[in-house]
């Protein structure tokens, strides 16, 4: 159940922002997490983005191609490149965030304060758990950045 209401929130969210900015796929993922924190990698973006980093690549393409971001050359590591906004991007932040808000707010109707708070716990405790699990493996949890939201696009976004 918990991966269906996100599967069905996300296509939700997909449809009202491509009919609303012309916005496909992962492109309204990527401004998000870039809005975030500019300038971090393909990968970075698709470990928070929560997509393999392979199928962004011609997402990133076409986004730069449509002068949404910019890539720059990592001068740590010349083999990477950094990812950034372009003014346009940053432009569509907040009105991808309130579109983001006005889904949530459809799928959270009719579910009491009480239910939500429950519904808090319970996540927050499955994420413990599974994050737990991943560093038992030896892997790393995702970023912080979803944990400790710093602007905000961030407090928006990780608001339950």
């Known amino acids: 159940m ?3 209401s996100a599967k069905t929130w996300e296509k939700s969210a997909d449809i009202e922002l491509r009919e609303r ?7 309204w993922k990527i401004i998000v997490v870039l809005s975030m924190k500019e300038g971090i990698t393909q990968k970075h973006i698709a470990d928070m983005a929560f997509v393999e980093a392979p199928t962004l690549v011609p997402v990133i393409d076409k986004m730069e191609k449509q002068e949404y971001l910019t890539r720059q050359s990592d001068p740590s590591d ?3 490149n950094l990812i950034f906004m372009t003014k346009k991007s940053k432009e569509m932040v907040d009105p991808i ?3 983001i808000l006005e889904i949530r707010n459809m799928g959270l109707n009719k579910i009491s304060k009480k ?3 429950i ?7 499955i994420t413990i758990n599974t994050e737990e699990f991943i560093r038992k493996k030896g892997e790393k949890t995702d970023p ?3 944990n400790n939201p710093q602007n905000k696009s ?3 976004l990780v608001k339950l």
């Open 2 to 4: 918990l991966k269906t």
């Open 21 to 27: 900015f012309g916005l496909i796929g992962s492109q």
């Open 78 to 80: 010349r083999r990477n």
């Open 97 to 99: 965030i309130e579109c």
């Open 115 to 117: 239910d939500m708070e």
């Open 119 to 125: 519904a808090r716990k319970v996540l927050e405790q």
């Open 144 to 146: 912080d950045l979803w």
């Open 154 to 156: 961030q407090k928006t």
